[in-house]
């Protein structure tokens, strides 16, 4: 077997450090030939150019939840960046001789030891990065990968390629740069929001008086199978199918003059809970919702993602209040919003995505559409509250979202009648330097680019040309002149009690 080499430039550990991280060599070393030592070996070699953990992610992505496959995402960004820095940046500057070959048994050892420094172990930073990127979305999955987090960070010692001092480093370098992430990406608890105060209706048993809205094609053209279902455990309900083309507010006025409605339901994606959640509004009915879409933001944050949540509320007569927000533009009848609205770049980016979505999907779509955005976008010139101005982009949200200084990822609460209302400057010199700057730093509640306050109304004034008004997520609207107003309490929404 080939001696491995060290440089000139490479120092031997010293002091203290140079006493345990040999005793614990040796100990290591005495440990008797198993069926591990293969096992070890195999598996420090699998995490070579971080394959373990592309392959773990894959794992995470095709049998967890939404959370774990945020994880997996996080702990691979988290990967490359602890990896660069642990291989590109720290071992040059502090370089270090790795434990002589003889250190260990010839059976442990590896045909071709690595030659670089031993400070630290690329191999136990990429493993932390993993581990922690996971876990901040996700603990029970981090939970479940640590152990192999652990095993990779030990066989770099049980192999013979690095001292502990060098895998402990690693790990605490990882680990760190794990941690920083959330500085410009904010964790998604997945808690549900807060809401209003807690009521009680008569119960709706087996659907009788409800009128159940649903559409087929939501969740990519699962929502026929879900509708079939609640067929079946609301028998009693009236159901109306969504189809092309529909002037769904008329239908259902039509169908409540006619008809003794007592509560509405409705099962769709977030746009479709929209447009009934305005009827239910407008007509003071409970609403039941039944998430069928594709991320279901209303649901998650109301905490009734889960179809067998709102069935036991029907039956109880369990309901709470909460939150909706509306927008009148160029004199027009308020439009209802249950999540964002938005003014700007993001209305171009929604119509950009769906222009191509049909063919190439929607997560490709979305990236082609955020690249033309980004080359293409022009001020927008607009009066906010009085005040004259350029922005990039307006976000209005019904209640308060997490976190105030960066991309906001969550909802904690919707009952307390206010508005989030941010928007990003275009008329402060360098902005779209400064706000990539700012975003790539986690600095964007320092920002000039960056403007981020509450309140219950808002007014906004477009100084040229009528522009596309988008309210989660439906882009169908121009206008000019836009009020913006938080509705205290106006949903009933079915959701048994907590």
Do not use: C
């Amino acid at each position: 077997m080939r001696r491995r080499k060290t440089g000139t430039s490479s120092t031997q550990p010293k002091g203290l450090t140079n006493g345990l991280d040999r005793l614990l060599v040796d100990r290591s070393a005495r440990v008797r030939p198993t069926s591990a030592d293969r096992f070890l070996r195999a598996l420090s070699m699998s995490a070579n150019h971080s394959r373990l953990w592309v392959g773990v992610a894959a794992g995470l992505v095709v049998v967890g939840g939404r959370a774990p496959r945020r994880g997996a995402v996080r702990g691979l960004l988290a990967v490359g960046v602890a990896s660069a820095v642990a291989n590109g940046i720290a071992k040059p500057l502090f370089p270090r001789r790795r434990p002589p070959d003889e250190s260990v048994p010839f059976v442990r050892r590896l045909v071709s030891p690595p030659v670089s420094s031993s400070f630290p172990s690329g191999h136990a930073a990429s493993a932390a990065a993993f581990v922690t990127g996971v876990a901040l979305e996700s603990p029970a999955a981090g939970a479940v990968v640590a152990p192999i987090a652990l095993a990779v960070g030990y066989s770099r010692v049980h192999i013979g390629v690095h001292w502990p001092s060098d895998v402990v480093a690693g790990a605490l370098l990882g680990g760190a740069i794990a941690l920083t992430t959330r500085r410009w990406w904010a964790a998604r608890p997945d808690d549900p929001a807060t809401l209003g105060p807690v009521t009680r209706i008569e119960p709706v048993l087996d659907g009788n008086g409800l009128l159940l809205v649903g559409n087929p094609q939501s969740g990519s053209g699962a929502g026929d199978e879900v509708l079939q279902i609640l067929r079946k455990r609301l028998p009693a309900a009236q159901v109306l199918e969504l189809e092309p083309d529909i002037d769904l507010a008329a239908r259902i006025d039509d169908l409540l003059s006619r008809e003794r409605i007592v509560a509405l339901g409705v099962l769709g994606g977030d746009g479709t809970v929209s447009s009934v959640a305005a009827a239910a509004v407008e007509h003071r009915l409970p609403l039941a919702v039944f998430a069928g879409g594709t991320l279901n933001h209303f649901a998650r944050d109301a905490g009734v993602e889960d179809m067998t949540r709102t069935l036991d509320a029907l039956d109880a007569g369990e309901t709470v209040l909460i939150d909706t927000a509306h927008v009148q533009f160029d004199r027009s009848e308020p439009r209802t919003f249950i999540n964002t609205a938005s003014l700007g770049g993001y209305p171009d980016f929604v119509r950009m995505r769906e222009r191509w979505e049909a063919r190439l999907g929607k997560w490709p779509a979305a990236g082609i559409a955020m690249v033309r955005l980004l080359f293409g976008a022009q001020p927008l010139h607009a009066t906010i509250d009085g005040a004259s101005t350029a922005i990039w982009m307006l976000f209005v949200g019904n209640g308060g979202y997490h976190p105030s200084h960066q991309i906001p990822m969550s909802r904690p609460e919707i009952h307390r009648g206010t508005l989030d209302i941010r928007y990003l400057r275009a008329d402060v010199a360098f902005s779209r330097t400064r706000l990539i700057w700012a975003t790539l730093t986690g600095t964007l509640e320092r920002s000039a680019t960056y403007v981020h306050r509450r309140a219950d109304r808002l007014d906004v004034g477009v100084a040229d040309f009528p522009v596309s008004l988008a309210t989660d997520g439906e882009v169908d609207h121009r206008g000019k002149d836009f009020t913006f107003t938080s509705q205290p309490a106006a949903l009933t929404l079915f959701r048994p009690y907590d």
